[in-house]
Structure formats: structure tokens, C-alpha cells
């Protein structure tokens, strides 16, 4: 009795996981469901991603697994009339699936949180290395500056001629 329940509880966690991943992936039903009973108005977004199970609150998401779950039950009931559903079998895979899909919901928003955070580190990298060349190129530029004169400085203005150190301290009034 017990190791059935524990299966029972185990495949409606897993069953909970998929619930959740495949409606996170496309809410198709709701939406259509959506586009039945609402107005043109009142309808909802096409780039909103609620569905029964996915941004739902507690209630309105026991509300839609407890609703499928009796419908299961029901049809297995007229399908397999010697076959008799217990209360706790109901109640473990009622549970089983609500911490399911609990869990989907965290591993999917770590998921999520984390690539963002790591699309921002690279950004950041990115950035930081930019920076590094940019700085590195402008450091060996001016190491490297030919101190030549090109021929279009030279053709175009005559060069003054230099002084000589004398000359420029006579001029500050260094020496006499």
C-alpha cells in the first residue's frame, strides 16, 4: 500500500515538472480558452506567458490541477469499474504535483536569473577588454612615435631654426 502511494507521489512530482515546462514553453490552451471566453478587449496579450499553471497564484493553480484530477479520476472510474480510487491516492498525487510544479517554477526562474546575470558578466567583460586594447593601443602609440617629419610638414612650412640650450637659458635670464 504504501510503496504504491509512494509511486503514486513520485510520478505526480514528475508529472507537476512537465505540467509546468510545457505550458512555460507555450500556454496554446489558455490561450485559446482565453480567446473564447473574454472580448477583443479584454483579452490577453501575445506576449504574455500565463497560462493555468504559469503566473498563477496558489488557489487558481490547486483550482486547475484538482479540476483535472477529477476529471482523471472519472474517467478512470467508468473505464475500470473494479479498479477503486482511494482518497489518499487522490490527495498524494494532488500533492505530489502542486510541489512539482513548485519546483519547476524555482529551477526555471534560477534559470533564468542566472542567464541573465551571466550575459551581463560577459558584457562587462567585453567591455573591460575593449578598454584594455583601446588603452594598450594609445600607450604603444606613443611609445612608437616617428619623430621625422613627413614631406607634407616639410613642404608646406618652413621650419624655424632651434636654439641651443645657451641661447634659451640667456633668454629666461639665467645666465649673462
Known amino acids: 500500500m504504501i510503496t504504491f502511494e509512494i509511486i503514486v507521489f513520485i510520478s505526480s512530482l514528475v508529472f507537476g515538472v512537465s505540467i509546468y515546462w510545457l505550458e512555460a514553453k507555450s500556454n496554446g490552451l489558455y490561450r485559446s ?12 496579450k501575445s506576449t504574455s506567458k500565463k497560462g493555468f499553471i504559469v503566473q498563477q497564484e496558489f488557489i487558481p493553480r490547486f483550482i486547475y490541477v484538482n479540476i483535472f484530477f477529477i476529471i482523471v479520476s472519472l474517467i478512470i472510474y467508468f473505464l475500470l469499474p473494479i479498479f477503486t480510487l ?3 491516492y487522490y490527495v498524494t498525487a494532488l ?3 502542486m510541489i512539482g510544479i513548485y ?4 529551477i526555471i526562474d534560477v534559470k533564468d536569473k542566472s ?9 562587462t567583460g567585453k567591455d573591460f577588454i575593449d578598454d584594455i586594447k583601446t588603452k594598450g593601443k594609445e600607450a604603444a602609440d606613443s611609445f612608437s612615435k616617428d619623430e621625422t617629419p613627413t614631406e607634407e ?12 640650450a645657451r641661447e634659451r637659458l640667456k633668454d629666461k635670464g639665467l645666465l649673462k
Open 115 to 123: 542567464e541573465e546575470i551571466i550575459d551581463k558578466v560577459v558584457d
Open 95 to 97: 500533492v505530489g504535483t
Open 153 to 164: 610638414s616639410t613642404s608646406s612650412e618652413p621650419e624655424a631654426p632651434k636654439k641651443s
Open 86 to 88: 482511494s482518497v489518499a
Open 33 to 44: 480558452i482565453n480567446k473564447i471566453t473574454h472580448s477583443k478587449e479584454l483579452q490577453m
Open 103 to 106: 519546483i519547476a517554477n524555482f
